[in-house]
């Protein structure tokens, strides 16, 4: 399942129903992972926009990625956009396989590409005016190691 929402949700709640739907499966692992808004030199807050007709068929292409390359039985990813204040959930990503590396590296190269290639734009929001974020070196250098 692939989310792109505006509105809060609830991490506990979704990772119990992913759970849930896992019983009776393969799986051996579930890998549950959360980011949220840090408060970083001064953030008051962080805007995040997209485009729908990009963004959705994006995150469905790295789902699939995803799920071919470490045999996932599952995921789920939950990304939310708008003005998020610190501290609040920007994302999730729930995998599921029958084995933990499996499940974790997963969720980790579904991370890595949510942060380095889905199609969002994001404005950092601090005391003394706004600024769109750049790519980084750092986050590009994460993305390769699955290369």
């Given at each position: 399942m692939i989310s792109v929402q505006s509105a809060a949700f609830d991490l506990g709640d979704i990772?119990?129903?992913?759970?849930?739907?896992?019983s009776g499966a393969e799986a051996g692992a579930i890998v549950t992972f959360s980011g949220?808004?840090?408060?970083?030199?001064?953030?008051i807050a962080l805007e995040i926009e997209h485009?729908?007709?990009?963004?959705?068929?994006?995150?469905?292409d790295m789902v699939s990625a995803a799920?071919?390359?470490?045999?996932?039985?599952?995921?789920?990813?939950i990304h939310r956009y708008g003005r998020l204040?610190?501290?609040?959930t920007i994302m999730m990503v729930a995998t599921s396989?029958?084995?933990?590396?499996?499940a974790f590296a997963g969720a980790e190269f579904l991370m890595d590409y949510l942060k380095s290639r889905a199609p969002f734009w994001k404005?950092?929001?601090?005391?003394?005016?706004?600024?769109?974020v750049a790519a980084k070196v750092s986050d590009e250098a994460e993305l390769a190691r699955w290369d």
């Amino acid at each position: 399942m692939i989310s792109v929402q505006s509105a809060a949700f609830d991490l506990g709640d979704i990772s119990n129903r992913f759970t849930a739907a896992q019983s009776g499966a393969e799986a051996g692992a579930i890998v549950t992972f959360s980011g949220v808004v840090r408060g970083d030199g001064g953030l008051i807050a962080l805007e995040i926009e997209h485009y729908p007709a990009m963004t959705l068929p994006a995150i469905e292409d790295m789902v699939s990625a995803a799920r071919a390359r470490f045999g996932l039985l599952d995921a789920w990813v939950i990304h939310r956009y708008g003005r998020l204040a610190v501290g609040e959930t920007i994302m999730m990503v729930a995998t599921s396989a029958p084995h933990r590396k499996d499940a974790f590296a997963g969720a980790e190269f579904l991370m890595d590409y949510l942060k380095s290639r889905a199609p969002f734009w994001k404005k950092e929001h601090l005391a003394d005016g706004a600024a769109w974020v750049a790519a980084k070196v750092s986050d590009e250098a994460e993305l390769a190691r699955w290369d």
